[in-house]
């Protein structure tokens, strides 16, 4: 894909922007916990204001650029009480893993995220207390989440399943 950059400012201040359509594609390219701010056109750290997945645990609140980082943040909160997952970025997103209790995974509002799951690419819950809310699944077999361990309350809220398989029976 093409990335078009261009120049915002006036003749005496100006600065280079990317097209904000072009924000997300641009900051799969940039390295670590840093995006790409499409107003400025400097690479800046990821933080609560500008992350594209946020992770609340207690009082604390930190951004983050991909919700594979988020989720890796989330399950690597050992020993809190709650942990919620904001996804503020609309779009489809990879399969994960919830290993952590206690754990929510969340869009914000106004915000859709499509989790496509096919055989060997699965959600997966294997921690108590998890709630998935306002997630978006599209399995191509019919199986979209699968739980176990000491999974146990496992809560599916305004989430929708879409199937893209013509005959389930096979």
Do not use: W
Not at 34 to 39: G, W
Request: negative net charge; aromatic residues 4%.
């Amino acid at each position: 894909s093409k990335i078009d950059i261009k120049d915002g400012g006036e003749d005496s201040q100006k600065k280079t922007q990317i097209d904000s359509s072009y924000a997300a594609e641009a900051n799969k390219y940039v390295a670590g916990d840093k995006i790409l701010d499409p107003e400025t056109g400097n690479i800046v750290p990821v933080t609560e204001e500008n992350g594209a997945v946020l992770v609340k645990v207690g009082d604390t609140t930190t951004g983050h650029k991909t919700l594979e980082a988020a989720i890796a943040a989330a399950n690597a909160a050992t020993g809190a009480d709650k942990v919620i997952v904001t996804i503020k970025a609309s779009g489809e997103y990879a399969p994960f893993t919830i290993a952590a209790a206690g754990v929510t995974v969340q869009t914000d509002d106004g915000v859709t995220a499509t989790i496509k799951t096919e055989e060997n690419d699965r959600m997966a819950v294997t921690a108590a207390g998890v709630t998935l809310k306002g997630l978006s699944f599209v399995s191509k077999d019919g199986k979209a989440i699968i739980s176990g361990g000491t999974c146990d309350g496992l809560t599916l809220d305004t989430c929708t399943f879409e199937n893209e398989k013509a005959d389930l029976d096979n």
